[in-house]
């Protein structure tokens, strides 16, 4: 079972996160492999002076803080979006069941009727 975290740890763990992807990204850029563009990046390394590549990869850095704020929106979205249709489920084999109940009852309403003991 998932633990609750502290209301404190919040917005850390963004944090936290948001680190670890900056990480990855200067991990990814300091590799020498084929780099996958990214529509909306810029490349800084073209950049001579140091406060114009500075400036630019700050730009990443926030084009991709609004990346994943609209990723995250749009996951959470998704997850509500299946809780409910969950939740529509539910109520629906809930009702399904209850039906079946009362279809079963009469069922066998049915056949006590129809099969009399035999008298003797």
């Known amino acids: 079972m998932k633990r609750e975290q502290?209301?404190?740890w919040r917005p850390w763990h963004k944090v936290a996160q948001f680190v670890h992807l900056a990480g990855l990204l200067l991990v990814a850029s300091l590799l020498?492999?084929?780099a996958q563009d990214i529509r909306g990046m810029e490349v800084c390394t073209a950049e001579k002076q140091m406060e114009r590549r500075t400036?630019?990869?700050?730009?990443?850095v926030?084009?991709?803080q609004q990346e994943l704020i609209k990723?995250?929106?749009?996951?959470?979205?998704k997850i509500a979006a299946a809780d409910r249709?969950?939740?529509?489920?539910r109520a629906e084999i809930a009702a399904l069941k209850l039906t079946m109940e009362k279809l079963n009852s009469e069922l066998a309403q049915m056949k006590a009727k129809?099969?009399?003991p035999d008298k003797k």
């Open 71 to 77: 990723l995250t929106r749009e996951t959470q979205e």
């Open 32 to 34: 020498p492999v084929a």
């Open 6 to 8: 502290p209301q404190f």
């Open 55 to 60: 400036a630019c990869l700050q730009a990443n």
């Open 85 to 89: 249709d969950l939740t529509a489920a």
């Open 114 to 116: 129809a099969d009399p």
């Open 62 to 64: 926030e084009f991709l």
